[in-house]
């Protein structure tokens, strides 16, 4: 293994631009719905996202990591040979990478999960042969990228439809809002608690029990909840703003549980995102660090920290310039939807991160919003960009795999 | 990296241009009360100023009219119909069409309202200009009708409007019974000719009136989709 070190530095730094990638574009989606709403500047949204990507990525992120690392291709294959896994894998990184910035170059709208799944299964199935990739895990993931959205889009339509029935259908919907608000930004911070506690932190040696995490997840959302309502007590009835649009004030009372929102979003986005960046890194470092291929060993915290600091760069360094761009584009998602349609995303994310299935947080946000959009909660839905989002895994998926593939031929003949 | 696809996923939402389409229209019929009162007193130049306002009113109406409709894709999904959002558009924009249309007719053959009938025809005129108004003012909850999702509280306070809408065009209605019996009753002492162009304009003032209650049944539909 003289390569070691060299792979090691290869791998880090192929990971850490794609988190760079990652911090870069997509938390946008968590942060521009209150951007757009005036809810926080764009400064306070950059810092919001970087202490919650952080955190998501590595309190909650190992599971998918583990997944990526050694659930997708069968390391038993590769005992004789560990550097083929480790080109392999550096091949799916850089596949993933080049896919995602020639993607973006033509504006077609793909997912980060589906191009590390597909490079994963390609250099696999390819270079290995297909008996090298665990099929049946590779159609869970396939069959979590149709449930996650449903899910989402289910969980979203239950939550607006709550909100119609507690809040927006009231005779007073003000009074309404002020004393529902602080329940919603209890769920939020409970559930996001719960899971995280109960799926995500185990990677890091810490097991509280079932009861023990329920009633902590409950304190700390009651805890946020009392913060949500001092907050909500200060926010003013503005008659000017209610007499064009009555429920102008009832929005801005919606703003409160959407910003507990945005930071559960960033959060369950390092939590599965941060995997497809680290997980190949993770494969790579174990591998050449020990000289052997281990099915076991769990993820070093120092590379889920890689990963974090790698999303956290791109935010500071692209990240504003998107959010604003973004939250210009998303007016329609007001502080009542946005809460519902992040809400339900975020639940359906992190509960997938608990499990270890990566699932494109794009796709779950969009199954969201159309949940909202079925219950008659949003204006206009474009069709069009919901069905291209959706078949862009259909080609996303090939075209990493074939991709990783030809690096892997490319890096093997290298070595070689 | 699909940021910005999550941004393109919301189409422009149709209600502040319909609401403005509808505002348009609305001022535009209003400007056919001043512009009888200078016909009935035989002001031919300000009635004329009128009428010309009118016509730009209209202009400006049908251009919102034609971004909207551009606005509105096959490919969106609504919390309403399409088609019945296209239908209430069409409507609100015949009510400036038909302001035109009066106006044109009445400066065109420079009709005099005999005086008997001024008063009379004037109330009749608010009265259906006053639909209109309920009819704007009905449109003007469309947004508070998308914000709560088509339910609740919001839709009875719609229904409510629309209801008074309906008593609004039924006193209308009464008073161009009323204004017809009063012309039948001096027909025969009047040039047979301008009898016929007067009923023509108590009808198309009517139909004003008549296309103001329409678009309170249209928003009906689109409530319960």
Partial sequence: MELALVFIV??????????????????????????????????????????????????????????????????????????????????????????????????????????????????????????AVKWSQVGQIAMSWVASPLLAGGLAFALFFSIQRLVLGRDDPLAAARRWCPWYVFLAGFFMTLVTLLKGIVHLGVNLGTSTSYALAALIGLVVALIGRVYIGRIPYDPAANRDFHFATVERVFTVPMVVTACAMAFAHGSNDVANAVG?????????????????????????LLG??????????????????????????????????GTAAAGTIVLASGTGLPISTTHTLVGAVLGIGLARGIAAINLRVVSTIFVSWLVTVPAGALLAAALFFVGRALIR | MASDYISRLFGASPVRPIQEHFAQATACAMVLEPFFDAAIAG???????????????????????????????????????????????????????QAKDISGLVTGRRMRIPDSLGKPYQEFLRCCLRAVVQAERSVGELDELFETGFRGKEVDVVMAMTEELDRIENESDELQVDLRSRLFQIERQLPPVDVMFLYQIIDWTGELGDLAHRVGSRLHLLISK
């Avoid at chain 1, 190949?280 to 889920?304: D, F, M, R």
């Avoid at chain 1, 600091?309 to 007001?334: K, S």
């Fill in chain 1, 308 to 341: 974090g600091a790698g999303i956290v760069l791109g935010l500071a360094t692209y990240g504003h310039r998107v959010i604003a761009t973004v939250g210009q584009g998303i007016t329609q998602l007001t502080p009542s939807r946005g809460y519902a349609a």
């Fill in chain 1, 10 to 131: 290869l791998a880090a730094v192929f990971g850490l631009f794609m988190a760079w990638g990652i911090g870069a574009n997509d938390v946008a989606n968590a942060m521009a719905p209150s951007v757009g709403s005036r809810a926080i500047t764009i400064s306070q949204a950059v810092i919001i996202a970087a202490v919650f990507e952080f955190a998501g990525a590595v309190l909650a992120g190992g599971e998918v990591t583990s997944t990526i690392r050694r659930g997708i291709v069968d390391a038993a294959l590769f005992a004789n040979d560990p550097d083929l896994l480790i080109i392999g894998m550096l091949a799916s990184l850089l596949s993933a990478g080049i896919w995602l910035l020639v993607a973006s170059r033509f504006g077609w709208p793909v997912s980060t999960t589906h191009s590390i799944v597909g490079a994963v299964v390609g250099f696999a199935a390819m270079g290995m042969g297909v008996e």
């Fill in chain 2, 43 to 97: 002001d031919w130049q300000r009635a004329v100023e009128a009428r010309e306002r009118i016509i730009e009113l209209e202009h400006a109406a049908d251009d919102a009219k034609r971004k909207l409709r551009l606005a509105l894709p096959n490919s969106l999904l609504m919390p309403v119909n399409r088609s019945d959002l296209l239908e209430l558009l069409s409507m609100q924009d015949a009510i400036a069409n």
């Fill in chain 1, 280 to 304: 190949p890194v993770a494969a790579v470092v174990s591998i050449a660090s020990s000289g052997e291929v281990h099915a076991t060993a769990v993820v070093s915290p120092w590379i889920l």
